[in-house]
């Protein structure tokens, strides 16, 4: 992935944006701006960091702001567990089979699952991406593509699922209470209300990414040239395939005893009223998976001769230690951010300002559709929340677009199509370090300037022939869901 151009490195970039939010936050102080939320009607005033009780705050929280980054701490658990799983030799055995797999395969594969990873919440950020650039590496691609992949699959594909997600849950209550509270008839919305719709764009969006990754991404990234630690032709031996076996059966054990602690009636992983949503298996699942991968890396060393004792272990998960510094690195001034943010509501109120100021614009008939689609899209780089937004959105746009006769649950379908697509664009996306560490760790040159020129025509072809897919179903009157 050779480049010319100048890019900063990820935690000049963070830190640049900090100083911008300091300065933006006493900007808009000084002059007083305020919104109000549409939802609750309390007044959003942007807090100074720059005055006298900002800074206190800024200093006696910077290290708090680090050590509660959430995405930090579940960052460094998956990588440590996937450095285990490699440096015992797990992986490798995993794709060793005597040929290497087919390119095409892999591909389709990685697509398809980062699709579908939001079942599980935010685990393809953390989990799929480095394993989609070790199967590029397998079959002969560039991992640097397979990790581009996985995270456009993620990312512009958070809306899309064949299975129903907690987040289908949250947003239409969020819907039917924004129509209720504004006198008007929810109709259909519920948790499937776009069951429909959603799972026949899970496969357009897979066709826009194989095609783009064929055709533009793989032949710009070219051959890798790093070092090669996946031998996928190999043939495994019989000491390694019986270690093999048995680090996926300690697997399939551990899964087996998480969904019965789930799923079973005497589940300790459900929420205190028995469901999901919350629920300590949803919170924690990328907790869950990062032990499993470990646990297996764990066997399979041990079974296979690789790990003698514990130190041998221990040194198994420091192995990713470079990685683990580099995140360290980017996410201290990440978490500053994201804190500065939050303490001075700047980000709230440049989402409601900027909402407010697009749905102004709004033309009666058709056109409203794909302009508050392309509102959703604006505000995701502000805002990047999926609930947050949809919080204070659903109550401007249910009753606006109602007036245009498109009902609630068309209107929450158009929000998911948005609030999708420009995920591969935000820097203010919380799993953003790790992304751009994980990136790095390929291409020492890489930063958020070389993420954005690979990602950015995913996001405008899967914005405009998603949103081409909207207004033609609208216009044929096809059930959304059920």
């Known amino acids: 992935m ?5 890019t900063l490195h ?10 911008a939010a300091l300065f933006l936050s006493w900007i808009c102080d000084s002059y007083g701006l305020s919104v109000p939320h549409p939802r609750t009607g309390r007044e959003i005033a942007v807090q100074s960091l720059l005055g006298p009780e900002g800074i206190r705050w800024l200093l006696s929280h910077a290290v708090g702001n680090f050590t509660g980054f959430t995405p930090w701490g579940m960052g460094v658990v998956a990588i440590c567990c996937i450095g285990i799983a490699r440096h015992s030799g797990f992986m490798e055995a995993c794709l060793r089979n005597g040929r290497a797999p087919r390119p095409q395969r892999v591909l389709w594969g990685v697509i398809v699952a980062g ?3 939001n079942v599980v919440g935010d685990a393809g950020y953390v989990l799929l991406l480095p394993l989609a650039a070790l199967l590029f590496q397998a079959a002969g691609l560039h991992p640097a593509g397979g990790l581009l992949t996985a995270y456009v699959s993620v990312a512009c594909g958070y809306g899309v699922n064949l299975f129903l997600t907690t987040l289908d849950p949250q947003l239409s209550t969020t819907a039917r209470e924004a129509a209720y509270t504004c006198g008007i008839s929810f109709g259909k919305v519920g948790p499937l209300c776009n069951y429909y719709f959603l799972a026949c764009s899970l496969v357009l969006a ?23 630690v996946v031998a996928a032709g190999k043939q ?14 300690v697997g399939v054990c551990y899964a087996s005893l998480v969904l019965l602690a789930t799923f079973s009636p005497w589940g300790i992983l459900k929420s205190a009223g028995g469901g999901l949503i919350h629920s300590p298996f949803i919170v924690g699942v990328s907790f869950l998976l990062s032990i499993g991968i470990g646990l297996m890396g764990m066997v399979y060393g041990f079974a296979s001769g690789r790990y003698h004792n514990d130190t041998d272990v221990a040194e198994g998960f420091a192995q990713p230690v470079r990685l683990i510094g580099t995140y360290l690195v980017i996410a201290f001034f990440a978490a500053q ?29 058709l056109w409203a559709l794909p302009l508050f689609v392309f509102t959703a899209a604006v505000v995701n780089l502000f805002l990047p929340s999926a609930t947050a937004k949809w919080g204070f959105m659903a109550f401007i746009f249910v009753p606006l677009l109602a007036q245009k006769n498109i009902v609630p649950e068309t209107v929450l379908c158009a929000y998911r199509v ?9 820097p203010l996306l919380p799993y953003m370090p790790l992304v751009l560490s994980y990136l790095y760790h390929y291409d020492r040159r890489a930063g958020y300037g070389t993420l954005l020129r690979h990602t950015w025509r995913y996001a ?6 998603w949103t081409a897919l909207l207004v033609l179903w609208h216009l044929c009157r096809l059930p959304l869901g059920l």
């Open 460 to 465: 405008l072809v899967i914005f405009l022939a």
């Open 418 to 426: 948005g609030d999708s697509v420009t995920n591969v664009l935000t």
């Open 115 to 117: 699709l579908l990873s």
């Open 10 to 19: 990820p935690a000049t970039l963070f830190c640049l944006l900090t100083l």
């Open 206 to 228: 897979g066709f826009i990414i194989y095609h783009i990754t064929r055709r533009r991404l793989l032949p710009r990234l070219g051959k890798y040239e790093g070092d090669t």
């Open 2 to 6: 050779k480049t010319k151009r100048f």
């Open 236 to 249: 495994r031996s019989r000491k390694e395939r019986r270690a093999l076996f048995t680090a996926v059966a």
């Open 337 to 365: 951010l994201s804190a500065c943010l939050t303490y001075s509501h700047l980000g709230e109120y440049l989402a409601l300002t900027v909402a407010g100021g697009l749905s102004a614009l709004f033309p009666d008939g």
